[in-house]
C-alpha cells in the first residue's frame, strides 16, 4: 500500500513535467504520425519549400480521478475537501500547426538571408560562429552591457537595434516566476500581516481567559498557547529602528524620497500589545533564539529541538522590515507543532507533554470553529497562500476539529487522559507529514534505512497552525538522499547523478525519457 502510494505521489509530481516532455522532447521528423503524442507530418508542400506541414497534438490531462479522496493531492486542513489540485488544474489538448520552416545542420551562413544585416549589429568571433554553423544557435555574452542584470533590457535593445528577436521559454518563466512573486508579495505585505496580526491577538487573548478559568492539564494547555501567540506577536511588532520617523529625518534617500523599506510613521502605536506576565520568560527565551538563528536549540515553550536558523529572512521578504517581520511570524507558525508522540520531547515527563500539546492543538482549533470570523481568517490566509505555495503537509484546525467531533460529539469536550488517547487515536488515521523539516532534530544511527526514516517522519506529526507546504522538489529530494537510497556508505548523501543526466536528455529524445520514467516507476507516453 505505501508504495502504491509513492506511485501516485510520484506520478501527480511529475505530471507536468512529462507533459512538457510529451510537448517539447518527442517530436519527431518523420513523414507520418509519430505517435499518439507525436507531430502529424502532412505530405502537402506549399510554396515549393521541401519541408512538409507539421503539427503538434497531444491529449487534454486530467487527474480528478486521481486526485479523488486523495490527501496528497487535496492535502491536509482543506476545507470540506473543496480545494484540490484535481479540481483547479486541467491541460486542454493541444493541435497547433508548427510554421517554422525547419533547417538542416550544418548551417551555411550565405544561405541565412540577414545574417549579414544581423552581423552589422551583433559581432561573433570566430569560434561562437562555429558553434552558430554547428548547433543552429550559439550563447554568448550581452553584446551591448555585459553586467546588464536586467533580463528584459536586452530585448529593449534588439529591438531599438532591429534585430530579429526569439522569446524563449525561459524568458517567458522568468518573468512568469517574477510576476509570481511580486503578486505574492503584495498579497502578504498589503493583506496577510494584519490579518495575521488580529487573528494571533485574538487568540493569544482567548488564550488567557482559557487560562484564567480552567484547571488541570487544560489549564496548561493554555498556559502554553499564551507564549506561542506572544511569540508570534512579538515577531510581527514592528521595532524602533523599523519605523520612519514622524519628521521623516533619516528615512529619505538622496533625492527626498521616503524610505518604503520602513513601516509608516506611527506603526508602532498601531501595532500594540502586552506579553502576558506569567510567559514572559519563555517568550523571551524564544525571541532571544530566533534572533541569534544559530541552529538547533530546546524550545523553552515546546521542549524539542528546533532549527531556529531557518528564521532568517530570504527571498522577496528581504526588501521591507514589515516582509521579514511577517517571515518570521509565519515561520513560527509553520515550523512549531504541538506533536502526538512524546519520543522527540526532551522534559522530565515527555508523555505527559505530548498530551498537554493535544490539548493545545484542540483549544485552538475549538477557537477558530466557535468563531466564525476568526476562522475566515485563517481559511483567507491558508487557502490563498496554498494556492500559490502548496497545500499543507501537517495535520490543522479542520483534522482536529473532525477529530473532536468523533471523540465528544456534541458533549461537554472535557480533556482527561481518556480523551485525550481516543483524539490521538482518531489523529492518527489522518496522513502525517511527508517532509520532514527538522522537527526535534531527529538523529539516524546507521545502517540506515527507509523504515528508519519513516518512523522518524511520523514522530514529527502534530498540530501547526499554519503548517509547512508539500513541495513536489522537496519530496523527490528528500526520497533520493539520506536513508531512501539504501545503506549508508560514510560519504554526504546528493541525489543521484543519473538523474540530473535524464532530467536533461529527457527533453532532448524519447528514449531517454522512457528510462526516466521508468525509473520512477512510471509508464511512458513515448512510444
Given at each position: 500500500?505505501?508504495?502504491?502510494?509513492?506511485?501516485?505521489?510520484?506520478?501527480?509530481?511529475?505530471?507536468?513535467?512529462?507533459?512538457?516532455?510529451?510537448?517539447?522532447?518527442?517530436?519527431?521528423?518523420?513523414?507520418?504520425?509519430?505517435?499518439?503524442?507525436?507531430?502529424?507530418?502532412?505530405?502537402?508542400?506549399?510554396?515549393?519549400?521541401?519541408?512538409?506541414?507539421?503539427?503538434?497534438?497531444?491529449?487534454?490531462?486530467?487527474?480528478?480521478?486521481?486526485?479523488?479522496?486523495?490527501?496528497?493531492?487535496a492535502g491536509n486542513s482543506t476545507p470540506a475537501g473543496n480545494f484540490t489540485?484535481?479540481?483547479?488544474?486541467?491541460?486542454?489538448?493541444?493541435?497547433?500547426?508548427?510554421?517554422?520552416?525547419?533547417?538542416?545542420?550544418?548551417?551555411?551562413?550565405?544561405?541565412?538571408?540577414?545574417?549579414?544585416?544581423?552581423?552589422?549589429?551583433?559581432?561573433?568571433?570566430?569560434?561562437?560562429?562555429?558553434?552558430?554553423?554547428?548547433?543552429?544557435?550559439?550563447?554568448?555574452?550581452?553584446?551591448?552591457?555585459?553586467?546588464?542584470?536586467?533580463?528584459?533590457?536586452?530585448?529593449?535593445?534588439?529591438?531599438?537595434?532591429?534585430?530579429?528577436?526569439?522569446?524563449?521559454?525561459?524568458?517567458?518563466?522568468?518573468?512568469?516566476?517574477?510576476?509570481?512573486?511580486?503578486?505574492?508579495?503584495?498579497?502578504?505585505?498589503?493583506?496577510?500581516?494584519?490579518?495575521?496580526?488580529?487573528?494571533?491577538?485574538?487568540?493569544?487573548?482567548?488564550?488567557?481567559?482559557?487560562?484564567?478559568?480552567?484547571?488541570?492539564?487544560?489549564?496548561?494547555?493554555?498556559?502554553?498557547?499564551?507564549?506561542?501567540?506572544?511569540?508570534?506577536?512579538?515577531?510581527?511588532?514592528?521595532?524602533?529602528?523599523?519605523?520612519?520617523?514622524?519628521?521623516?529625518?533619516?528615512?529619505?534617500?538622496?533625492?527626498?524620497?521616503?524610505?518604503?523599506?520602513?513601516?509608516?510613521?506611527?506603526?508602532?502605536?498601531?501595532?500594540?500589545?502586552?506579553?502576558?506576565?506569567?510567559?514572559?520568560?519563555?517568550?523571551?527565551?524564544?525571541?532571544?533564539?530566533?534572533?541569534?538563528?544559530?541552529?538547533?536549540?530546546?524550545?523553552?515553550?515546546?521542549?524539542?529541538?528546533?532549527?531556529?536558523?531557518?528564521?532568517?529572512?530570504?527571498?522577496?521578504?528581504?526588501?521591507?522590515?514589515?516582509?521579514?517581520?511577517?517571515?518570521?511570524?509565519?515561520?513560527?507558525?509553520?515550523?512549531?507543532?504541538?506533536?502526538?508522540?512524546?519520543?522527540?520531547?526532551?522534559?522530565?515527563?515527555?508523555?505527559?507533554?505530548?498530551?498537554?500539546?493535544?490539548?493545545?492543538?484542540?483549544?485552538?482549533?475549538?477557537?477558530?470553529?466557535?468563531?466564525?470570523?476568526?476562522?475566515?481568517?485563517?481559511?483567507?490566509?491558508?487557502?490563498?497562500?496554498?494556492?500559490?505555495?502548496?497545500?499543507?503537509?501537517?495535520?490543522?484546525?479542520?483534522?482536529?476539529?473532525?477529530?473532536?467531533?468523533?471523540?465528544?460529539?456534541?458533549?461537554?469536550?472535557?480533556?482527561?487522559?481518556?480523551?485525550?488517547?481516543?483524539?490521538?487515536?482518531?489523529?492518527?488515521?489522518?496522513?502525517?507529514?511527508?517532509?520532514?523539516?527538522?522537527?526535534?532534530?531527529?538523529?539516524?544511527?546507521?545502517?540506515?534505512?527507509?523504515?528508519?526514516?519513516?518512523?522518524?517522519?511520523?514522530?514529527?506529526?502534530?498540530?501547526?497552525?499554519?503548517?509547512?507546504?508539500?513541495?513536489?522538489?522537496?519530496?523527490?529530494?528528500?526520497?533520493?538522499?539520506?536513508?531512501?537510497?539504501?545503506?549508508?556508505?560514510?560519504?554526504?548523501?546528493?541525489?543521484?547523478?543519473?538523474?540530473?543526466?535524464?532530467?536533461?536528455?529527457?527533453?532532448?529524445?524519447?528514449?531517454?525519457?522512457?528510462?526516466?520514467?521508468?525509473?520512477?516507476?512510471?509508464?511512458?507516453?513515448?512510444?
Amino acid at each position: 500500500m505505501k508504495q502504491l502510494i509513492k506511485a501516485i505521489v510520484l506520478s501527480s509530481i511529475f505530471l507536468i513535467f512529462l507533459v512538457s516532455i510529451i510537448t517539447g522532447g518527442c517530436l519527431t521528423q518523420n513523414s507520418s504520425l509519430s505517435g499518439e503524442n507525436g507531430t502529424e507530418n502532412k505530405g502537402e508542400i506549399a510554396n515549393n519549400e521541401s519541408s512538409p506541414t507539421s503539427y503538434l497534438k497531444t491529449e487534454a490531462v486530467n487527474i480528478s480521478e486521481l486526485g479523488a479522496g486523495n490527501s496528497i493531492l487535496a492535502g491536509n486542513s482543506t476545507p470540506a475537501g473543496n480545494f484540490t489540485l484535481a479540481r483547479n488544474y486541467r491541460l486542454q489538448a493541444l493541435n497547433v500547426e508548427l510554421k517554422a520552416p525547419s533547417y538542416e545542420l550544418p548551417l551555411n551562413k550565405e544561405s541565412i538571408t540577414n545574417y549579414h544585416n544581423f552581423s552589422g549589429r551583433v559581432s561573433l568571433n570566430e569560434s561562437a560562429l562555429k558553434m552558430l554553423e554547428s548547433n543552429g544557435f550559439v550563447v554568448i555574452e550581452n553584446p551591448y552591457n555585459p553586467e546588464e542584470e536586467d533580463i528584459t533590457s536586452t530585448y529593449a535593445t534588439l529591438k531599438e537595434e532591429n534585430v530579429p528577436i526569439f522569446i524563449t521559454t525561459d524568458s517567458l518563466l522568468h518573468l512568469y516566476h517574477i510576476q509570481f512573486d511580486e503578486t505574492l508579495r503584495q498579497i502578504e505585505e498589503k493583506e496577510f500581516y494584519d490579518t495575521l496580526w488580529k487573528t494571533d491577538l485574538t487568540l493569544l487573548s482567548a488564550s488567557i481567559e482559557m487560562y484564567d478559568s480552567s484547571t488541570g492539564e487544560e489549564k496548561e494547555a493554555a498556559r502554553r498557547n499564551a507564549p506561542y501567540f506572544a511569540a508570534a506577536l512579538s515577531l510581527l511588532q514592528p521595532k524602533p529602528g523599523q519605523v520612519q520617523s514622524t519628521q521623516v529625518q533619516g528615512t529619505e534617500d538622496y533625492y527626498g524620497s521616503v524610505n518604503e523599506s520602513l513601516f509608516p510613521a506611527g506603526a508602532e502605536k498601531q501595532y500594540q500589545f502586552e506579553i502576558p506576565g506569567f510567559v514572559k520568560k519563555d517568550v523571551e527565551a524564544e525571541l532571544a533564539l530566533i534572533d541569534a538563528h544559530e541552529g538547533f536549540a530546546l524550545s523553552p515553550i515546546f521542549k524539542y529541538q528546533e532549527d531556529y536558523s531557518q528564521y532568517m529572512p530570504r527571498g522577496h521578504y528581504t526588501r521591507s522590515e514589515k516582509l521579514q517581520n511577517y517571515f518570521r511570524a509565519f515561520m513560527w507558525h509553520g515550523r512549531m507543532s504541538t506533536l502526538l508522540k512524546e519520543k522527540l520531547i526532551k522534559s522530565e515527563d515527555p508523555a505527559k507533554d505530548a498530551r498537554i500539546q493535544t490539548i493545545q492543538a484542540s483549544l485552538i482549533a475549538s477557537e477558530l470553529k466557535n468563531k466564525p470570523d476568526l476562522l475566515k481568517n485563517w481559511d483567507r490566509i491558508y487557502e490563498i497562500t496554498a494556492f500559490y505555495v502548496g497545500f499543507s503537509d501537517d495535520l490543522g484546525p479542520y483534522e482536529y476539529m473532525q477529530a473532536m467531533d468523533a471523540v465528544f460529539g456534541d458533549g461537554e469536550r472535557q480533556f482527561n487522559e481518556t480523551s485525550v488517547n481516543e483524539l490521538k487515536a482518531k489523529l492518527a488515521e489522518y496522513e502525517g507529514p511527508k517532509i520532514y523539516g527538522g522537527t526535534g532534530n531527529c538523529v539516524l544511527v546507521p545502517p540506515l534505512t527507509s523504515e528508519q526514516a519513516d518512523v522518524c517522519l511520523n514522530d514529527t506529526s502534530g498540530f501547526r497552525f499554519m503548517g509547512r507546504r508539500f513541495i513536489p522538489d522537496s519530496y523527490v529530494f528528500s526520497n533520493m538522499v539520506g536513508a531512501y537510497t539504501g545503506s549508508y556508505a560514510g560519504k554526504k548523501d546528493t541525489p543521484f547523478t543519473l538523474v540530473h543526466r535524464f532530467l536533461i536528455n529527457s527533453f532532448l529524445d524519447c528514449d531517454s525519457t522512457r528510462h526516466f520514467i521508468h525509473f520512477f516507476h512510471f509508464i511512458s507516453p513515448c512510444k
